[in-house]
């Protein structure tokens, strides 16, 4: 099994950013692609950023492309989402995911295991 902790999300104002982390514990955390979707009230959990095991490839979604990166770190078992010029249209739960395969997918399904989330709200 693998356990993953977000943390870093809050109440920021519109143009401002946040850096959110999750820890990766359990089984070896590698090879494994990692992955972050959001899901605002009444809407469907969507796809935000992924990366592959080695770091070498990234996959976004068209909204956050040029204001959000991911990163991951595996000495320390970690990923990371660094959100840039947020907008209220950010205002989410974002939870972090892991599949058993290093390609960054960008599909719910994908993704064998998932954290509890962590709120980012943007302010107007």
């Known amino acids: 099994q693998v356990q993953l902790v977000e943390s870093g999300g809050g109440l920021v104002q519109a143009g401002g950013s946040l850096r959110l982390s999750c820890a990766v514990s359990?089984?070896?955390?590698?090879?494994?692609?990692m992955a972050w979707f959001r899901q605002a009230p009444g809407k469907e959990r969507e796809f935000v950023a992924a990366?592959?095991?080695?770091?070498?490839?990234?996959n976004y979604a068209d909204s956050v492309k040029g204001r959000f990166t991911i990163s991951r770190d595996n000495a320390k078992n970690a990923v990371y989402l660094q959100m840039n010029s947020l907008n209220p249209e950010d205002t989410a739960v974002y939870y972090c995911?892991?599949?058993?395969?290093?390609?960054?997918?960008?599909?719910?399904?994908?993704?064998?295991?998932w954290g509890q989330g962590t709120q980012v709200t943007v302010s107007s």
């Open positions: 359990g089984r070896t955390f590698g090879p494994y692609g």
């Open positions: 995911a892991a599949r058993g395969s290093s390609a960054p997918r960008s599909t719910v399904t994908s993704y064998d295991y």
């Open positions: 990366i592959s095991y080695g770091g070498y490839s990234t």
